[in-house]
């Protein structure tokens, strides 16, 4: 089992997300730079946040056409799991990998702070220790982390049981007030058809360790570290 962690020019969560699969959950992990186009060693990819290529044009927008994207989409063609945080999902949005878009935060100013989210699906390689119905408190940290989708797309995902996380309060309502960005149903994270690729905006690497008061996010990296290993057993 070998994690990749892709850094692009801007990225700026790399190594907190590499601290907390090497030091935290002992797993083997390795930077990919974005110009690397060699997949074939990792058992899962992430695409970590930050401000890829400065969001010059776009967030995630410029990162889409690294080489490295290319094999990201490959390997998750094939099934491999992608997990896509805060930059990450909007690099996965822009890249066609799921469906909407990020419009900038309703109150149009850069938002940092603890939130709550409610697990909607638990059913994914990264939510397999949730219940459905869980709340947990995990930061986000992002100016333009408002989702957007269009009627026909928002049937899909929540008819399909893609939409993972929602915006909550402490007692796991979806209220307006909880939901400080704006984004459309509250959403805070969704998967593709095949449950292998997820993309959410708060960050979890920020709250999986217990000197930073909080590890709630470690339960979506020991999922996956779960889900990886069941896999091993059972080949």
């Known amino acids: 089992m070998k994690f990749g962690i892709v850094v692009f020019p801007g990225s700026n969560c790399d190594h907190d997300t590499y601290h907390v699969l ?34 010059y044009l776009r967030c995630g927008a410029i990162a889409k056409f690294s080489p490295v994207m ?22 996965l949005l822009e890249a066609g990998l799921l469906p909407g878009a990020m419009l900038r935060n309703r109150n ?49 995902l929540n008819g399909e049981g893609r939409v993972i996380f929602r915006y909550c309060d402490r007692d796991g309502n979806a209220k307006d007030e909880a939901n400080y960005n704006g984004a459309i149903e509250a959403i805070a994270g969704i998967c593709n ?8 905006m708060p960050h979890p690497e920020r709250c999986s360790e217990a000197i930073l008061g909080n590890i709630d996010g470690r339960l979506i990296f020991q999922s996956i570290v779960n889900h990886l290993e069941g896999i091993q057993q059972s080949s």
């Open 22 to 55: 090497k030091h935290e959950l002992h797993v083997d992990v390795e930077f990919l730079w974005h110009k690397d186009v060699d997949l074939s060693p990792y058992s899962c990819i992430i695409l970590p946040g930050g401000f890829s290529y400065g969001d």
């Open 70 to 91: 290319r094999e990201v989409m490959e390997f998750a063609k094939k099934g491999g799991p992608v997990i896509g945080i805060c930059n990450g999902f909007q690099i």
């Open 108 to 156: 149009l100013q850069f938002i940092c702070r603890d939130v709550y989210l409610r697990v909607e699906n638990k059913q994914t390689p990264f939510t397999g220790l949730f219940n459905v119905g869980d709340r947990f408190r995990i930061p986000i940290a992002h100016m333009e982390g408002n989702y957007f989708a269009d009627d026909e797309t928002l049937r899909m």
């Open 193 to 200: 058809e095949k449950r292998n690729i997820l993309g959410m």
